[in-house]
């Protein structure tokens, strides 16, 4: 077993590495675990199990950071959250956002706890007539599946012998199978009607309302000792340190003079210092040094170089929806094309043309890289208070940008390829081969196994999207009992994630991939060593794998003489894919091999469950696809590639 070590006194020991987001949480560099034994067959089992442990501990310290934003949190936050509140020890239930406030949390973290069973939600109704109804007395949504599939939640006039008319009120809880879906709603501010709640005190019964209860936001209650576990475990992950000098920065704020003591300064030298003294720690890449300098030096740029107690919430909203706005998208290009030296500049060349602004996206991170700027200026206490504090979980888009982004119809963003896109884009080498075209000395500089099988396993196993594709493990790879090969997609490593839970998916293997060799690469990939399907991606920060795939793909794509205007990109093999299942295929099937939301009603959301790779596999292995002949993949020179590919990338 790897970190398996045996010491000179006979017995075996594990050596796993701590993480280093969570060494200063954890408070070491390595674990060192003893298995007390002499004998390796046994130590391995010791310490396969000691392993698993802890590595299922990193993974949930790992989540519980990211969930709950404690590397965002700024020091008055991280002393809320460790202090507590005398309010979540009263026993009861709180509002949500009031008992998020005690604890120091956003009400989304709470929220995304409620989804992971760690937080029950609550409503609170007022005499309110309709059944209790036993749930067992309730039919399964397909009897020939059980009730595991989800049960039948009748009308008031269709109720079962057994319900008992009630009028109730007081505080009920969302049902453990609504949770899920009821938070996906909650979290975008939508409402979530239930059809039925878990009556009180009465375990195994629900209450079905006469009419459906809505859930807001701003209505749900949850129970106080829940949110003060969480709070108490979230404390937990924070450092010592960290807390020891939220402290100390706190006492100090409280002595110094009210308006900051470098208030005065201008914004340009209050630049030149967070850049020096915080990102340069921060940040190794040059590029993104320079990207982050230049994002926040938009505010100087088109507001003035203001002193730093002139700059309030209200300029900030006025530079993000009326400067930052306007800004271009490319800007970069405008000043090749028309010898421009500023955004300004750049912005009165392309003024009254068509060309596009800067994507949402981008001035979202434009505003958080300030946000992060201010936020280093409170804490330095060069100012008082935190101008950027205020708009945070605000949009930068206007209302009528959401309204022209939402009436967009989504078929209308990306184009399905036809046949004779199909033949251009697999008659490559790779795929006529099965192998890529070594240099004069014998190795593969221009073809990686990621371009034979990445487009292959997105047209032929569900329309997985890039990055889905990229981040794949070996262990995401499985066989039922029946024999019938699968994957799985999902977010079980830190350095995978999807777009949303109904992305988490298994779909079957289609026949074609398996002919091909795609089994056999990946048990080839195992015997050498490796732990992912493509170890040649390089991994981004922010895009994860998907950025280098997507970087090859659109390319290669331009090379084969592809308009690049966004219609036809790797995503379209997923609609390719959606358009090349067999007419007869269940419309909750299709959702569930693509990774969308399982059906728009309660009944498809909640209660149903995803079939089985066996009985989803016909419908996989009829679809409608017309390939070219394509070579089985040649194992060695896929091997080779690949060692090729990381020996580059060490260099």
């Known amino acids: 077993m790897q970190n398996l070590a045996r010491r000179s006194s006979g017995i075996y020991v594990v050596r796993l590495a701590v993480p280093i987001v969570l060494r200063a949480v954890i ?25 698993s442990q802890w590595h299922q501990r990193f993974l949930d310290l790992s989540r519980l950071k990211a969930v709950s934003g404690i590397d965002s949190m700024d020091h008055h936050e991280i002393l809320k959250v460790a202090a507590g509140s005398p309010l979540l020890l009263a026993g009861g239930y709180l509002p949500l956002d009031q008992a998020a406030a005690a604890a120091g949390l956003p009400p989304d973290t709470l929220l995304r706890a ?30 020939e599946l059980g009730r595991s599939a989800g ?21 009920l809880e969302v049902l453990e199978c609504d949770v899920g879906p009821a938070v996906a709603a909650l979290l975008e501010h939508a409402p979530f009607e239930a059809i039925a709640l878990q009556a009180r005190g009465r375990p195994g019964v629900w209450f079905v309302p006469d009419c459906a209860v809505t859930l807001r936001r701003q209505a749900l209650e949850v129970a106080a000792h829940q949110v003060e576990a969480l709070r108490r475990t979230v404390a937990s992950v924070i450092a010592p340190e960290r807390v020891h000098e939220a402290r100390e920065h706190v006492a100090a704020a409280l002595k110094a003079p009210k308006a900051g003591r470098r208030a005065h300064e201008r914004l340009s030298t209050a630049l030149a210092e967070y850049v020096k003294n915080r990102i340069r720690h921060d940040v190794e890449s040059e590029g993104e040094i320079k ?22 919430p209200e300029r900030l909203r ?57 936020r280093w200026l409170h804490e330095q206490n060069w100012i008082a208070d935190d101008p950027a504090a205020p708009l945070r979980g605000e949009s930068v888009q206007s209302r009528a940008e959401r309204r022209r982004k939402n009436a967009r119809r989504a078929d209308e ?36 196994p990621f371009y034979y099988w990445g487009p292959l396993i997105s047209l032929l196993a569900g329309g997985p999207r890039i990055r889905e594709v990229s981040q794949l493990y070996l262990a995401d790879f499985g066989t039922t009992d029946a024999g019938t090969w699968f994957i799985e997609f999902t977010e079980d490593a830190e350095d995978k994630k999807l777009k949303n839970t109904s992305s988490r998916r298994t779909v079957p293997v289609h026949p074609l991939l398996i002919e091909l060799g795609l089994i056999r690469w990946v048990q080839a990939l195992a015997a050498a060593g490796y732990d992912r399907l493509f170890p040649e991606l390089k991994h981004d920060t922010e895009k994860g794998y998907g950025k280098a795939a997507t970087k090859w793909f ?48 309660v009944h498809n959301a909640s209660y149903k469950k995803d079939k089985e790779p066996d009985d989803a596999l016909p419908y996989v292995s009829r679809l409608s696809v017309n390939l070219p002949p394509i070579a089985k993949f040649d194992v060695a020179a896929g091997l080779q590639a690949t060692a090729d590919a990381i020996a580059r990338k060490r260099s």
């Open 151 to 171: 049960l039948v939640i009748p009308s008031p006039a269709s109720m079962p012998a057994s319900a008992v008319p009630h009028v109730t009120e007081g505080v």
């Open 413 to 448: 963003a990306r184009k399905a390829y036809t046949a004779s896109d199909l033949a251009l884009i697999f008659s490559a080498q790779w795929f006529r081969e099965g192998r890529g075209e070594l240099t004069r000395k014998g190795t593969y500089r221009t073809f990686l």
């Open 114 to 143: 409620a989804a992971e069973g760690k937080v029950s939600l609550h409503v609170r109704v007022g005499s309110t007539r309709g059944f209790l109804v036993p749930e067992a007395s309730l039919d399964a949504v397909e009897p």
């Open 554 to 601: 659109s390319s290669y794509m331009a090379r084969l003489g592809f308009k690049r205007d966004g219609t036809t990109t790797f995503h379209s093999l997923r609609h390719t894919f959606i358009n090349a299942l067999p007419v007869d295929t269940p419309d909750r099937v299709a959702k569930q091999l693509t990774g969308h939301t399982r059906g728009a009603d």
């Open 27 to 51: 408070g070491k560099r390595e674990i060192i675990i003893s298995t007390r034994t002499r004998d390796q067959a046994l130590a391995k089992i010791v310490a396969g199990a000691a392993a």
């Open 318 to 374: 006025r530079f993000r929806d009326e400067q930052l706005a306007n800004v271009p998208a490319d800007e970069n290009k405008i000043r090749l094309m028309h010898k421009t030296a500023s955004v300004l500049e750049s912005m009165m060349a392309v003024k009254g043309t068509t060309w596009p602004v800067m994507s949402a996206g981008e001035r979202n991170k434009r505003m958080r890289w300030i946000a992060g700027w201010f």
């Open 291 to 312: 990207r982050i300098r230049n994002g926040c030096g938009l505010l100087i740029e088109l507001d003035g170089d203001l002193q730093l107690h002139e700059v309030t």
